[in-house]
Nanobody
Framework: QVQLVESGGGSVQAGGSLRLSCATS????????MGWFRQVPGKEREGVAA????????YYADSVKGRFTISQDNAENTLYLQMNNLKPEDTAMYYC??????????????????WGQGTQVTVSS
């Protein structure tokens, strides 16, 4: 059974940094892309960053460009999200996801077959 487990969330002050990790287990599974998404209660889930497995092409939401960096360690089957210069508006539950994506990787969320349970990030001003 495929599992995605996020870690690294926490509470930081504005301007601080956090590094999220997403460990995958359960054997090989079909995917060409992994991504990070976030959600605030009462709002829709938002695509934050995504990375393709082949050439490693990356996508970022405009709101995090220049501050967040997505990367992956294929040997460890782990996805990362380095978050710098955090802002209060970055406060959310962060989820990692994996799937075979044919559309825009930050928009076509329904194409992600596998999802983690989330890790909370709270940024105080």
């Amino acid at each position: 059974q495929v599992q995605l487990v996020e870690s690294g969330g926490g509470s930081v002050q504005a301007g601080g940094s956090l590094r999220l990790s997403c460990a995958t287990s359960g054997g090989p599974f079909s995917r060409n892309c992994m991504g990070w998404f976030r959600q605030v209660p009462g709002k829709e889930r938002e695509g934050v960053a995504a990375i393709y497995s082949g050439g490693g092409s990356t996508y970022y939401a405009d709101s995090v460009k220049g501050r967040f960096t997505i990367s992956q360690d294929n040997a460890e089957n782990t996805l990362y999200l380095q978050m710098n210069n955090l802002k209060p508006e970055d406060t959310a539950m962060y989820y990692c996801a994996a799937g075979v994506i044919t559309g825009h990787p930050l928009v076509w969320t329904y194409e992600y077959k596998y999802w983690g349970q989330g890790t909370q990030v709270t940024v105080s001003s």
